[in-house]
């Protein structure tokens, strides 16, 4: 989310009296690469650029593609293989091992339906969606490289039939897909790729603490709500990252706030009575992660309480807790214990365990297959 941002607001800074711009997309990554399809580069023509394709090795050559792509107003695929550091035409030993298609296509703001202006919709609506790009097609298809669908988990009409079943199973996995699929009396080349909202954290508890996970939340782009009972705590000079600060009491302060598939619920009040009155309503509501700072023990006290209250809690409810909360890193210091937390919340959110990448057997990053021909080449 934070890349698009970004981008979104580089192009909204644009004068497009002036400047051409071409947005540059991963579409295809065979073998290891920096950047996973879907990484994207927005790039004018006097040679700024904002988002990345690469660790920095690719860049160059893609800002001279794409003015190229500006010039002739037509979009291309342009394939880099990293494969032999010895052989590549780029001059740089890139070390990836990779294969990296990149789409490259000019952007007509007049165009309600560019790509820049699909993010923005998306960005405005936070919700969960699929687009489905043409990169290339064969003659016959009646199809042009450039257009696009739109799945959403509400719209699902306006989808070809032939696109139908490839863009339902990303919505549904998650993982970007890169297809040649049969149409008309040709094929089309698409990438499929699914666009999630990024997580959004509510801190319950605006101590010294919270300070450094608030500001560390929103530089991986993640929106924070910290909500507190006591007005003094939230001033806004302690928080000025923060997307909102809200003031509620903690019997009621569930009701203020809109829970999704993507938010986490976490406790850091250092106030017993505060963190059970909350953490007692959020069990009655469907946020997917509650993580609770402080010692283990504190928590089984609250269960404790429940049961001499004649108060209980399903299973499944109760496996939502993470107490104590974080990633065992040895965390001591306020930043230290962020840093904890957020790589938890973002192992949980990806289905990951949170152990070392070199314990891990097989390829870092999972990914659709995709039968992949050379029909266009």
């Not at 073998?31 to 860049?59: F, H, K, N, Q």
């Not at 306020?334 to 365990?353: H, M, T």
Request: overall charge neutral; proline content about 6%; aromatic content about 8%.
């Amino acid at each position: 989310m934070k890349e698009i941002n970004r981008i979104l607001t580089v192009y909204e800074q644009i004068d497009h009296l002036q400047r051409k711009v071409a947005l540059a997309t991963v579409v295809y990554v065979e073998g290891s690469a920096y950047r996973r399809p879907g990484a994207r580069m927005l790039v004018t023509d006097d040679g700024r650029w904002e988002g990345a394709i690469s660790g920095g090795c690719l860049e160059g050559d893609a800002l001279r593609k794409a003015r190229q792509v500006m010039l002739d107003g037509k979009p291309m695929v342009v394939r880099y293989d990293t494969m032999d550091d010895d052989a590549n035409s780029l001059g740089v030993g890139l070390g990836c091992n990779g294969i990296i298609d990149v789409f490259m296509e000019p952007i007509d703001p007049a165009d309600p339906t560019n790509p820049i202006a699909l993010l923005s919709e998306f960005n405005q609506h936070r919700d969960r969606r699929v687009i489905a790009t043409i990169c290339r097609r064969t003659p016959g298809t009646g199809l042009r490289e450039g257009s696009r669908f739109v799945l959403t988990e509400k719209q699902t009409n306006a989808i070809p039939t032939w696109l139908q079943q490839d863009m339902k199973l990303v919505m549904q996995v998650g993982k970007p897909l890169t297809s040649i699929i049969p149409v008309a009396s040709g094929f089309a080349e698409v990438f499929i790729e699914r666009l999630d909202p990024g997580i959004e954290l509510v801190i319950f508890g605006a101590g010294y603490d919270t300070i450094p996970l608030t500001r560390l939340a929103t530089e991986i782009g993640w929106r924070v709500t910290v909500t507190e009972d006591c007005i003094a705590h939230l001033a806004p000079k302690r928080f000025p990252e923060a997307t909102c600060l809200l003031y509620a009491d903690a019997d009621a302060v569930t009701d203020k706030i809109a829970f999704t598939d993507r938010t986490a619920a976490v406790l850091m009040s250092h106030n017993y009575n505060y963190d059970l009155a909350v953490l007692t309503r959020l069990l009655k509501t469907d946020v997917p992660y509650i993580g609770m700072l402080g010692p283990r023990k504190r928590y089984e006290k609250m269960k404790n309480q429940w049961e001499r209250t004649g108060r209980s809690f399903a299973p499944t409810a109760l496996k939502r807790v993470h107490s104590p909360i974080g990633l065992d890193l040895g965390a001591e210091t306020p930043d230290e214990i962020a840093l904890s937390v957020l790589g938890e919340i973002k192992a949980f959110f990806s289905q990951r365990c949170g152990g070392f990448l070199t314990d891990r057997p097989g390829p870092i990053h999972d990914r659709l297959n995709a039968e992949q021909n050379t029909i266009f080449v």
